[in-house]
């Protein structure tokens, strides 16, 4: 069975019917799936097609370049820094982020400034345009799940306003002669935030792993969006809508590059992640602990942080 696909039009220009219906899809599509794709959604096409543009451009950028804008959590990260949870082996990708630009009133350690590739001078304003509109979708998106979860529509609103969330724009090089055995794009791996927003990538190998225990493709058009549902929300939930493992498996035919942007949707870091009200069931399946702090946690064991 295929991956669910959504309108996004049907929420922000249907009727209250279809307003509904959405709404019911979509969480439909998180606890069946953990995915789903969307499309009519708010991220103009010719601002995907730029941002697919100069991704490449920087990328290939010569390593001593790119070197010189690794920066922690903005700018470069180096090819092979990132691992999954729990594995030794390394992901075979480099990537650049973007964060929410630092303004008064927001804490500077949660915003550090962004770091922008001086070689290719489009990047800053295409990327800062992406992660307004992947922002903006999300919010929407959050906007018509809180119902389903027994929650005032605008519930998330002041959650992620200021939220510490992240666009990262993901190089996938050719898989190199001396990769290390086992290793892949991106291992099996639960991602940290509430949603992930995926702008649809160029190049296959996007698989997730159903309720099932199958792991099934995910693949559509480069300018169609992917959803998935992330840790910080299913403790939120109790597990009502729990995160979804998937992976990027290395190609099976051409030896390409692959080109992807996933914009990792984060509240901010003193938002509790204590179970919901409404989904305590039983109990809560987990302790209260604050995102910021669920987030050092993780970034810790996935390389990314000390």
Known sequence: ????????????????????????????????????????????????????EQSAQVFHLPYVDKRRYAAGLRGYTPFGTEHAKDSGLPDLKEFWQIGREPAPGLPADDFPPNVWPKEVPAFEPTFSALFTALDETGRLLLTALAPKLGLNADYFDDKVAAGTSILRVLHYPPVPDDAPEGAVR??????????????????????????????????????????????????????????????????????????????????????????????????????????????????REIGLAK
């Open 1 to 52: 069975m295929p991956v669910p696909t959504l309108s996004l039009k049907d929420f922000t220009h249907g009727s209250e019917t279809q307003r509904a219906a959405f709404s019911d899809a979509l969480m439909a599509g998180l606890q069946d799936y953990g995915f789903f794709i969307l499309t009519d959604h708010n991220v103009p096409t010719d601002l995907l097609d730029a941002a697919y």
């Open 186 to 299: 991106s291992a099996a791996h639960e991602d940290i935030n509430f949603i992930t927003i995926l702008v649809a990538a160029k190049g296959a190998g996007l698989q997730l792993l159903d309720r099932d225990g199958t792991w099934l493709p995910v693949e559509t058009q480069p300018r169609n969006l992917i959803v998935d549902s992330g840790d910080m929300l299913q403790r939120l939930t109790n597990g009502v809508i729990p995160s979804t493992t998937h992976r990027v498996v290395n190609p099976q035919g051409p030896n390409v590059s692959r080109y992807s942007m996933p914009f990792f949707m984060h509240p901010a870091s003193d938002v509790s992640l204590k179970c919901l009200p409404t989904c305590e069931g039983d109990g809560a399946k987990w302790p209260e602990i604050t995102a910021g702090a669920f987030l050092t946690e993780r970034l």
